[in-house]
């Protein structure tokens, strides 16, 4: 496999990856509790559409088309942001669930385009380098922005309610979540016998 074909798979990675986030940002916007974040997220779906029309255009540079890839990472990511909508929580810490969310999915994207513009850089593809430099540099906008968007909301988590209080043990469960619970307990096992075996 040449290094052209293991760009165009990233490439067309990131393309899934950003139409799946164009699909689930307003999501998470309407999701939010507070104004600075649901703006922050409206702005950042406005950003992510101008990203997918970049990868079609650098795509035409390339002369081949965007799809062909489904991005799995970003799909599991974004169950995980649904897990946060879902979650029973209020105001603050509903917002610092989404943001922690969200802020994977920035760095996610962050690691993906880096990868990529470093192969685009090795083939001398200066017009397609540019269209991901500009994609990378708003990645790295929206993760600082969603990182400063948290502290106000650390602060108001520790005024709503009693921020130490741990109801986990006394709600019923969903399936979603006993399922979850399952298999992190066979993640731990499967682990195990290398973790304990690990000098210290
Ligand atoms: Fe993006
Ligand atoms: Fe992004």
Redesign the pocket.
Known sequence: MALMDVLLDEMRDLYSA?NQ?VKALPKMAKGAVDPAVKSLLKN?LE??KG?VQRLRDAFGILGKKPTGQHCNGMEGLLEEGQDALEKDEEGANKDLGICGASSR??HY?IAGYTTAIGMAKALGLKDVVNLLNQ?LA??VA??KAIFAGTKPLLRAALTEGDPTENEEESKPKSGKEKYSDKKSKEDEKKASASVSGKSR
């Open positions: 950003e986030l950042h950003e992510t990203q999915v920035e994207e994609n708003e990645e929206a993760a």
